[in-house]
Structure formats: C-alpha cells, structure tokens
C-alpha cells in the first residue's frame, strides 16, 4: 500500500508542475548554447592562451600575391595605390577569436558523433538495468515474506533464528538509507529549486529537479548537477555562474553536515572512505549503474560482518567425544610394548 500511494502521489506532483517543468526545460534546452558561446567569448577574451590550446590557430597560409605577378601580363596598367588602413582596423574582434573555438569543435564532429553515440547506447542499457532493478525491488517488497521464508528454509535449523534477525537488520538498514535518500532528494529539489528561482537563475524548477534526482548517487551526483545549473548562470554573467557555484556548495555543505546525520541517527554510519571507494569499485566494475547500488550493498556488508564478526558470539565448535579404541584378538596377543619385559 506504502509503495503504491508513493507512485500515486509521484504521478498527482507530476501533472502537477508537468507544464512549467516542459516550459522551462525547453528554455533551459535554448539557453545553454547560449551559455557555451558566451564562455566562448570569455575565453577568447581573458585567456587566449587556453583559447589557443582548445583551438590552435591553422598555420598554413593562402598563396601570396606577388607569387602570380610573374604570370600576369607585362603590359597590364599599374593598379592603384590604395590607402593604407590602420593597424587598428585589421585588430580581430573577439567573436572572431570565439569562432576558431567553434570551428574547432566542428572539426570534431566526427569523434564528437561517435562520443555521442557511445553515451547514447550507455544511457539506454543503464537505463534498461534501472528498470530491472526498479521492477526486481517492487516484486520483492509486495511479498517480502515469502522470500524471507524461503532464504531461511536454506538455514540450518540450530541458526535460522539468528538469520532471521539479521534478514530484519538488513532490512530496517535498507529502509532507513532509501529513507533518507527519498527525504534528501525531496529538500534538495525544493531548496535548489527556490534559492535559484530568488537569485534569477533560469530554468530554476528543471534545474531543481536535476538536482534531486541526481542526489540519489552520493559525492558524484551532486557535482554532476551543478554542471547545467553553472552553465545557465553563465548566461547572465560569470558573477552569476560563481554565484549559483557557491549556492550549491553551501546546499552540499549544509547536507552533509546536518541533514544527512540526523535523518540518520546514527543507524548506519558509514565511513566516508569507505564510501568512496566502494563507489569507485562499483562503477569500474558495473558502470555507472554501480554507483547506485554502491551504498545499498556497502550498508548490507557492514550490518553483516556488525552482526556476525563482531556482536555475534559463535558457538564453539561440536567436541566429538570418541570412543576408546577396542584392541583388536590379534593386538591383544601381542605384547605391550610400554611394559618392560619380563625377566
């Protein structure tokens, strides 16, 4: 019933700001050109050096014009002396300098569509490895005791009840972490949303929602989404894209120091490191879906080995008391051979 009034009350949010998130996602979709052009120009601008990095100047040179006089006709009239013009006027303006940066990249159409495509490809498989995970996850929540039973069928029966309480810790860690990630990408989305909406950010809602999805994936997703927040204040100034920088730096900051430890109390602290690189084992190993099943998995591991490394006092092992072994007709005809012999 939980799982279904959450999808209902997702759908009823969702036809809800359907029409302002389509209207701003399309402006967002037209402003980020823009954006781009404008750092372009910036670049070409302030730092011509990193401008001629991303886009060398071409250094091969049209053919001069005295090399076809010999060809011309010797008895041709003498051209007309032209005024010479001002070194001022011949100055390249700095869009100029922004459309070698433009060339440059359209030189690179190619690696660039090949680049597209391979993102394209991976998007759709983690996207059809999320279904499976999503679809997997509401199965097992609808019935969660029948495959409870059936792991603990697998049990020997002296150690099902020690199992079941750890299938019930494993549980209650899981529900608290989905928890807090459902709480916390709720408030990022709505404090993301109204903090760039005050401060004249365009796209504010689409950019807010960015927000709270990505906050999903911890550390990565965060920086990921600051990205086309940036870039949209770079369409006003690069005061405003520094502005809206810092904004999501104080959200973060304000997350990790006191939304996340009380949402929660302390029922499973994971170590920060630890963390970290589980999530870049994952995602070497997975791509980029194992960044979301990171958390959930190192959550899992550490109730497991709390439970039965540490808290968990194993029963010794069986002692086997063995029989005295029965001396066979033949030994016993033999002698002792701890008895000395007799004299």
Known sequence: ??????????????????????????ELRTKLPEAVNKLEAYLAE????????????????????????????????????????????????????????????????????????????????????????????????????????????????????????LLDALGGALKTWFATQLIAMLVIGVVTTIILALIGVRGALPLGVIAGIFEFIPNVGPTLSAVPAILMGLVDSPQMALTVAGVYWGIQFLENNL???????????????????????????FGFLGLFVAIPLLATIVVMVRMLWIEDDLPPLPTIEYPAARRTQLLRMLPDLDEPPAK
């Open 46 to 165: 302030r730092q011509p050096a990193l401008l001629d990095l991303l886009a060398p100047k071409d250094t091969g040179t049209a053919p001069a014009a005295p090399n076809a006089a010999p060809n011309a006709a010797p008895n041709a009239a003498p051209a007309a002396t032209t005024p010479a013009v001002p070194a001022a006027a011949t100055t390249p303006a700095p869009a100029a300098s922004s459309g070698r940066l433009i060339t440059a990249m359209q030189g690179r159409s190619g690696d660039l569509s090949s680049l597209a495509l391979g993102v394209l490809q991976s998007t759709l498989a983690v996207f059809a490895a999320a279904l499976l995970v999503v679809f997997t996850a509401v199965y097992i929540a609808a019935d969660p005791d029948t495959y409870r039973r059936g792991i603990l069928l697998l049990i020997p029966n002296y150690r099902r009840d020690r199992v079941a309480e």
């Open 259 to 285: 939304l996340i430890p009380y949402l929660m109390s302390e029922q499973l602290d994971l170590p920060p490191a630890l963390t970290l690189i589980t999530q870049v084992v994952m995602a070497t190993v």
């Open 1 to 26: 019933g939980v799982v279904f009034g959450t999808v209902g009350l997702l759908i009823l949010v969702a036809l809800w700001t359907g029409p302002t998130l389509a209207e701003q996602s399309g």
